[in-house]
């Protein structure tokens, strides 16, 4: 049930783009993306509700593919204050969120 | 955005003894509130919804007797863990959703440490 995240970890220099994938085996309501620092709570980025829908802040941005059970997180020009663990959180007709099992980005100068 | 605390950040206790985390949404009401796990390297795991006013629901595997969830009020939620042993260590974290209608974001509390010695 738990949503399946690749890759696992990500290294990437400064400037450097990134994807970040989030598959389901149930059908998905609405996709949240949250990042998380080490020793600190998630931090929301973004929720899509829509399949189809595509979302952007700065220079993250993702989709949401309902039809695949899928959705993308794109890291664009990284910064060194994107480093963290990424997690997509799923709902799956309840309020409740099931978190997926997280991609480790590292952002290097 | 909303603002979700908790209550301690951090505690160290005794095996056997009972913990008490509170979890409060500062700006918002929130009816139903969640609890999660996290232990090191892992992802967040819930634990149970916590509805105000009523019983918590809990996820398959996750003792009730153990975990008592009260949910007295629209801005506060409890966890107690009660005969806390080492292996109940972890990362506590809370979240509630605010459905003012502004957004459908769920927002999480800073997290309690609990360490059991």
């Known amino acids: 049930q738990q949503p399946v995240q690749s890759p696992q970890a990500v290294i990437l220099r400064e400037g450097e783009d990134a994807v970040i994938n989030c598959s389901s085996s149930?059908?998905?309501?609405?996709v949240h993306w949250y990042r998380q620092k080490h020793g600190e709570a998630p931090v929301f980025l973004m929720i899509?509700?829509?399949?189809?829908e595509q979302k952007g802040h700065d220079k993250i941005s993702a989709s949401f593919n309902e039809k695949k059970q899928q959705s993308s997180l794109y890291l664009t020009a990284s910064q060194l204050s994107y480093s963290g663990t990424y997690f997509c959180?799923?709902?799956?007709?309840?309020?409740?969120?099931?978190f997926g099992t997280g991609t480790r980005l590292q952002v290097f100068p | 955005g909303a603002v979700v605390s908790q209550h301690p950040s951090w505690v160290i206790c005794k095996s056997g003894t009972s913990v008490k985390i509170e979890c409060r949404s500062l700006?918002?009401?929130?009816?139903?509130m969640f609890w999660y796990r996290q232990f090191p390297k892992q992802s967040l795991m819930l634990m149970a919804t916590?509805?105000?006013?009523?019983?918590?629901?809990?996820e398959q595997g996750v003792e009730k007797d153990k975990f008592l969830i009260n949910h007295a009020s629209l801005t506060l939620s409890t966890l107690t863990v009660t005969s806390a042993h080492p292996e109940d260590s972890s990362f506590y974290i809370c979240?509630?959703?605010?459905?003012?209608?502004?957004?459908?974001?769920?927002?999480f509390g800073p997290g309690t440490r609990l360490t059991v010695l």
């Open positions: 979240s509630a959703r605010d459905h003012s209608g502004r957004s459908d974001t769920q927002y």
């Open positions: 149930k059908a998905l309501y609405s």
């Open positions: 899509l509700l829509k399949g189809g």
């Open positions: 959180g799923t709902e799956i007709g309840t309020d409740k969120l099931i």
């Open positions: 700006d918002f009401q929130a009816t139903t």
């Open positions: 916590s509805n105000e006013g009523s019983k918590a629901t809990y």
